[in-house]
């Protein structure tokens, strides 16, 4: 046996071999993603539910949110460049709230992430921060589990403004003369809060009846 075709058998082998084992590795790794995608999907799910349970009573709706939903896109004036999601509370049927997310682009270190629920009546019923990188023990307040004033909260301040009763120059803190409070040392973080909260509200309230009429699962304005 010649030593060329010796070492044409052993590539061929080689090969073979490299080849048997991306195709198990790749059956592994399919199994492993259909039977953990229902548990990763499930966790999100869950997620969602425990972060719109925190601006937006339970009771005060009766259909599924998450099934509720429409998309919108482009959206810079909230910070949303490539869209965002709005979801829907009814309560027999009829329009309760709707809860959309927005961001502060001038945050301190960068972008804030954010949830705003506003009532049918223009009441905001909740603003959380879903994501961010304000610096630790100083504009992290904007966080509630972060806010050490856990009898009350920074954050918990939006619950009892009314779109209607804030002009929307007042949507930032008084120290620029507006409405809302900040905490001394650390004013970017509450500023770009506020007014990114402001933002999102005038967002929903100018398109009220168009995102609780458009199809569920759909995009507004398609």
Avoid: C
Avoid at 45 to 54: N, P, V
Avoid at 71 to 84: C, L, V
Avoid at 170 to 189: E, L, N
Wanted: a positive charge.
């Amino acid at each position: 046996m010649s030593a060329r075709y010796s070492a044409t058998r052993t590539a061929l082998r080689t090969g073979a071999i490299m080849l048997l084992f991306t195709l198990v590795f790749t059956a592994l790794m399919a199994a492993t993603w259909r039977i953990t995608q229902p548990a990763i999907e499930a966790s999100a799910q869950d997620a969602q539910r425990r972060l719109i349970d925190e601006v937006l009573p339970p009771g005060s709706y009766d259909n599924d949110l998450l099934a509720d939903v429409v998309r919108f896109g482009p959206a810079p004036q909230i910070g949303m460049d490539e869209g965002g999601r709005v979801w829907r509370a009814r309560k027999g049927g009829e329009p309760v709230a709707l809860v959309v997310e927005g961001a502060a682009t001038d945050g301190y270190a960068g972008r804030i992430a954010l949830v705003v629920a506003v009532n049918t009546n223009g009441l905001l019923s909740g603003v959380r921060v879903t994501q961010h990188k304000e610096t630790p023990g100083l504009g992290d307040y904007i966080d509630p589990k972060k806010d050490r004033r856990k009898d009350l909260p920074w954050i918990g301040q939006f619950a009892v403004a009314s779109w209607k009763d804030v002009n929307t120059a007042d949507w930032t803190v008084r120290k620029d003369g507006g409405t809302f409070g900040y905490r001394t040392g650390a004013t970017i973080s509450a500023r770009a809060v506020v007014r990114a909260a402001g933002r999102s509200t005038a967002f929903v309230v100018e398109r009220m009846e168009a995102l609780f009429t458009a199809p569920a699962g759909g995009v507004l304005g398609e």
